[in-house]
């Protein structure tokens, strides 16, 4: 073939010299990168997944259900039972994975003309999948402790008047929350910045909320059209492979995300084995209980071997500062430890693992405290 790279192609302007996301999928022992949930599934729960696919192989010479109609039944059930807010599925729609989600809400309120907006450093897909759909993307401030400074926030929102709002919390990577009067105050500055138009959407990426100290903010929905509560199964329910987010709204939003996203865009594989999850909820939540505490051991140990670290509601732990974040990746890396380097100056996160992980991470880390000396 003859050497032929992107730029060679006749790609979008503002895709040129970008790189696509990429966390490393490395070979080695502990891999504490990417929140995932370090346990595999139960052995009752593969069996159910299994039945429930076999049944639904049966059928996969016909499109899925494309409105996904007893998932989002299912999925309402679940955030009724645990968010204090009565939902329906009138109010829930899923794609694969929370990004599908985020990409269908910038398809729909984003767009070429249009603006988002986040607090960073936040989760980076809010900006690529905000570039991949045309839209705008402004940088919003965080403080030197990583809180969203409400006073800069409003200031920012009034003067640049973005469409799309996102509010991650708890915030990937740092850890932290975001308190409900901040999203609050943050809801009432996007709308009155676009007070002359349809008003802006605001976007509440939970998808870490099972591991927080405090509540979903759904019943924040009550009263509130443009708000939108982002969650996904692939952190506290254990299943990032299985690639099921979902989103909670005001109906008319699960009517509108239909204009964009694609017939059957969810397969009748993944509506089955999402089902057969959903039916083993509590079994699958009783690993969140073990997972805050381990992370709140990593957050104690770190601070016992002399790092500073960001308070957590996560099942992550932003640790530092360290004068060549990459480098101490590397050294951590070296001794069979894969971390997260996000790019945040000076810092470093680290999943929750298996005790025996977590463990490991420390070691490695007590170990490299001796390097920057
Ligand atoms: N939102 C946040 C804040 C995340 O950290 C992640 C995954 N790292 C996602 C959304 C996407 O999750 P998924 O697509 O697996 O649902």
């Not at 299994?50 to 996969?60: D, G, Y």
């Not at 807010?85 to 990409?103: F, H």
């Not at 990593?298 to 308070?311: D, F, K, N, P, S």
């Not at 060549?324 to 790019?343: E, F, P, S, T």
Request: proline fraction near 7%; hydrophobic fraction near 40%; charge should be negative.
């Amino acid at each position: 073939m003859t050497d032929v790279r992107i730029d060679d192609l006749p790609v979008r302007d503002e895709l040129r010299g970008k790189s696509p996301y990429g966390a490393p999928q490395l070979d080695v022992p502990v891999r504490l990168n990417t929140n995932e949930n370090p346990y595999p599934l139960p052995e009752p729960l593969v069996e159910r997944i299994t039945e429930r696919v076999r049944e639904a192989a049966r059928h996969l010479n016909r499109y899925p259900d494309r409105d996904v109609v007893e998932l989002r039944t299912e999925l309402a059930r679940y955030l009724t039972k645990t968010g204090q807010y009565p939902l329906g599925p009138e109010n829930v729609w899923a794609a694969n994975g929370s990004n599908e989600v985020i990409q269908q809400l910038l398809q729909t309120f984003g767009g070429p003309g249009r603006t988002a907006i986040g607090f960073e450093p936040s989760y980076s897909m809010h900006a690529l999948i905000s570039r991949g759909t045309g839209t705008g993307w402004v940088s919003g401030p965080r403080g030197d402790d990583f809180t969203v400074d409400l006073a800069a926030a409003e200031k920012v929102i009034a003067e640049l008047r973005p469409d799309v709002v996102f509010i991650t919390t708890p915030n990937n990577p740092t850890g932290n929350a975001v308190p409900p009067e901040t999203v609050l105050a943050l809801y009432e500055a996007a709308q009155a910045a676009k007070a002359e138009t349809a008003g802006a959407m605001v976007v509440v990426d939970e998808a870490y909320v099972e591991f927080s100290h405090g509540d979903s903010l759904l019943p924040l929905l009550e009263g509130r059209p443009h708000l939108v509560i982002s969650r996904t199964m692939s952190k506290a329910f254990g299943a990032a492979g299985l690639r099921l987010g979902y989103l909670a709204a005001h109906p008319a939003v699960v009517d509108a995300v239909q204009l964009v996203r694609l017939p059957y865009h969810l397969s009748a594989v993944t509506q089955a084995t999402a089902l057969a999850a959903l039916e083993h909820t509590d079994t699958l939540l009783k690993y969140v209980d073990q997972l805050k505490s381990e992370r709140d051991r990593l957050v104690a140990e770190l601070r016992a071997i002399g790092y500073e670290v960001t308070e957590s509601d996560a099942n992550f732990v932003q640790f530092g500062r360290f004068p060549d974040a990459h480098a101490a990746w590397q050294r951590i890396l070296d001794r069979g430890v894969l971390v997260r380097d996000n790019g945040v100056p000076g810092w470093l996160r680290v999943t929750a693992g298996t005790p025996a992980e977590n463990d490991a991470f420390l070691d490695a880390v007590r170990e490299h405290l001796s390097f920057v000396g």
